[in-house]
């Protein structure tokens, strides 16, 4: 089993930033694929960015290209999702998600792991 445990949300204005963090106690989180998703109010999770297992290729949705960076610092045992240029519609529950798969992984039903979820607010 893993435990994934988010921190890092918070209430930031228009065009501010913040860097969510997901970390894992007894896992190696460099051997797993990892993802950032996030949930608004009323709306089905969606997928934000992802990193391969064993790897630091990344990919994005097109609605934060450019403005997000998802990262893994395997020394800290950590992923990060750092987010630049924050808009209103980026307000959302974010959660970290696991899974020992190897192709990109875009859809919520392909990660076998999740944390419990940061809250982003973005005030417009």
């Known amino acids: 089993q893993v435990q994934l445990v988010e921190s890092g949300g918070g209430l930031v204005q228009t065009g501010g930033s913040l860097t969510l963090s997901c970390t894992a106690a007894g896992r190696v989180l460099g051997s797993y694929a990892m993802a950032w998703f996030r949930q608004a109010p009323e709306q089905e999770g969606e997928f934000v960015a992802g990193?391969?297992?064993?790897?630091?290729?990344?990919y994005y949705s097109d609605s934060v290209k450019g403005r997000f960076t998802i990262s893994r610092d395997n020394a800290k045992n950590t992923v990060f999702l750092q987010m630049n240029n924050l808009k209103p519609e980026d307000t959302a529950v974010y959660y970290c998600a696991a899974d020992l798969g190897w192709d990109d992984q875009y859809e919520v039903h392909e990660y076998s792991y999740w944390g419990q979820g940061t809250q982003v607010t973005v005030s417009s």
């Open positions: 990193i391969r297992r064993h790897s630091t290729y990344t």
